[in-house]
Every structure is written in structure tokens, then in C-alpha cells.
């Protein structure tokens, strides 16, 4: 019964076999026959996520941020003012080559750190674009069976009416011609 059905909603639809859909228009076509929901994949959802992907966003959200920013700032500036403070036991004297040494290592670990996450980031838009696609194709599916009903209700009124109309212009046509009889007497 449902593979009737689904035949015959995509032939109305969208003029084409069933079998013949692509498989995203065949998900739709299934949907609506089954009338379930269209649910968001788990990525889309944020689930699923191992350690190392959450560690990842993670870094990239708090090393990508103003405050992260300032913060460091303050580090730097904090680095540099102690050992020229403290120029005779500094721990890191002027050229601060401890101090680069530092940034060159953060850099090399936060960068790929935050590629990794740009391209889960990445993937889930594409997945939460395609659940886009599938619910505005579903909608718009919908939208055009429901005005095939509207219109197969608006017809079916207008047949009524039509209907309706003829039996008057019927009755009323009885009612001249028994007047014509009745005056042509009198």
C-alpha cells in the first residue's frame, strides 16, 4: 500500500518514477508518506562528538575570542615588564628568546587546533545545509498537494454550484412555462 503510495505521490509531485528519484527526493517522498517528521542529524544536533573534536571547538572558541586576546596581552606585557624589571636575575633577558620561543610553540599547536575545528565546523554546516534542503523541499511538496486538494475542493464546488444553477434555471423554466400556460387561458 505505502509503495503505491509513494509511487503515486511522486508521479503527482514531481513527474517521475519513484525508483527514478534521487535518493534525497526519495527521503521526502518517504517522509511524507509516512508522515514523520524531518529530524536533524546528529552532527547538525552537536551530538556524537568525540574528546578530541570537542577540545578542539573548544580551543578554537576561547583562543578565537577577545577576551583570550587581551588576556594574553596582559601576559606578554606582564612577561616582558617582570624581566626588564628584574634585569640582573631575569629570567628571560631582552631579546626574549624564551618568550618567542613560547609563542612560535603556542602557534604551532593552536593552528591546527583550530583548522581541525573549522572543519568540523564545516561539516556540520554542509549536513545542517542539506537538512535545510530536505525540510524546504518537504515544505514545498506539501504546499503544492495541498493545492491540488484546494483545488480539487474549489472544483468540486463550482461543479455543486454549476449543479445547483442548473436545477434552478430547470425549476424556474417549469415555473415560466406553467405561467405562460396559466396566462395564455385567463
Do not use: C
Not at 536533524?40 to 576561547?62: I, N, Q, S, T
Amino acid at each position: 500500500m505505502t509503495d503505491s503510495r509513494r509511487e503515486a505521490l511522486a508521479r503527482q509531485l514531481l513527474d517521475m518514477p519513484y525508483e527514478a528519484l534521487p535518493p534525497v527526493k526519495r527521503s521526502v517522498i518517504d517522509l511524507m508518506v509516512d508522515k514523520a517528521p524531518t529530524a536533524a542529524g546528529p552532527h547538525v544536533k552537536g551530538e556524537g562528538a568525540r574528546f578530541g573534536d570537542r577540545l578542539a571547538d573548544r580551543v578554537a572558541a576561547v583562543g578565537g575570542s577577545w577576551g583570550f586576546i587581551i588576556a594574553f596581552g596582559v601576559v606578554l606585557v606582564g612577561w616582558m615588564g617582570l624581566n626588564l624589571a628584574l634585569m640582573s636575575r631575569a629570567f628571560d633577558p631582552y631579546p626574549f628568546i624564551f618568550l618567542n620561543l613560547m609563542l612560535s610553540t603556542l602557534a604551532a599547536i593552536q593552528a591546527p587546533v583550530i583548522m581541525m575545528s573549522q572543519n568540523r565546523q564545516a561539516a556540520k554546516d554542509r549536513e545542517a545545509a542539506e537538512h535545510d534542503y530536505l525540510v524546504n523541499l518537504r515544505a514545498e511538496l506539501e504546499i503544492m498537494r495541498l493545492h491540488d486538494k484546494l483545488d480539487a475542493v474549489r472544483d468540486q464546488q463550482l461543479m455543486d454550484l454549476i449543479a445547483g444553477n442548473t436545477q434552478m434555471l430547470e425549476l424556474l423554466r417549469g415555473q415560466v412555462a406553467a405561467l405562460g400556460k396559466g396566462g395564455s387561458t385567463t
